[in-house]
């Protein structure tokens, strides 16, 4: 298997982290592409041109993250959504941690317009998306699965790339009940292997 990738992209990040924890690194080439620079490969396996984007043993383009992972785990055994897909309760909190992810990518996207493009509007709806959003969360914590899932992945992905790109949130002082999940979890060998960069 083949897996696009950015090393910016948190989406990104998601997959390459399953990657890792489900011992897949032999069976998964990873291929960085900027999907700014719109690349026939990506373009040609996912017309989004969206990194990710996984290519299966048969060819086959598979998008987006959350279905790579999917797939990734249906490989492996089930070890990262078993429990996620046996309990509504951590499904939602799942797509809860999905749609942070996305007000974090969406806030990124609109400080790219520059000072004249720029939204006040949309960026305090994204950041008080964030912040109610990780409130929530940090009193469901109990209730994460003890064994790494999806769950604990997305989050440590969620708080690495606000203070990779948003580093003015201060998630440390919003949300100083999350520091020590995070400094438990962020020291797994596939969340320090794949730290976003520029
Ligand atoms: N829902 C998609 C989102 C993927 C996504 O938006 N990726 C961004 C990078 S963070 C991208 O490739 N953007 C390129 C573009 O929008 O043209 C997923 O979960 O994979």
Request: with cysteine.
């Amino acid at each position: 298997m083949k897996l696009i990738y950015s090393t910016a992209s948190p989406y990104a990040r998601t997959t390459r982290i399953a990657v890792r924890e489900l011992g897949l690194q032999e069976q998964v080439e990873e291929i960085f592409q900027h999907p700014f620079e719109d690349p026939a490969q990506l373009i040609s396996f996912n017309p989004l041109c969206k990194v990710p984007c996984l290519i299966d043993d048969k060819g086959n383009g598979i998008f987006d993250s959350e279905v790579i992972c999917e797939y990734l785990d249906a490989q492996s055994g089930n070890q990262l959504f078993k429990e996620i897909h046996q309990d509504w309760h951590l499904k939602t909190l799942y797509s809860l941690t999905r749609g942070i992810l996305d007000s974090c990518v969406a806030w990124q996207q609109d400080k790219m317009r520059g000072k004249a493009g720029e939204s006040e509007f949309w960026q305090k709806r994204f950041i008080s998306s964030i912040e109610r959003g990780l409130n929530y969360l940090q009193k469901q914590l109990a209730s994460f699965p003890e064994q790494v899932s999806a769950l604990q992945i997305n989050l440590v992905v969620i708080l690495d790339y606000l203070a990779f790109r948003h580093s003015e949130y201060e998630w440390t002082e919003r949300h100083p009940e999350l520091i020590e999940w995070h400094q438990i979890w962020q020291q797994r060998p596939a969340m320090l292997d794949t730290f976003p960069t520029a």
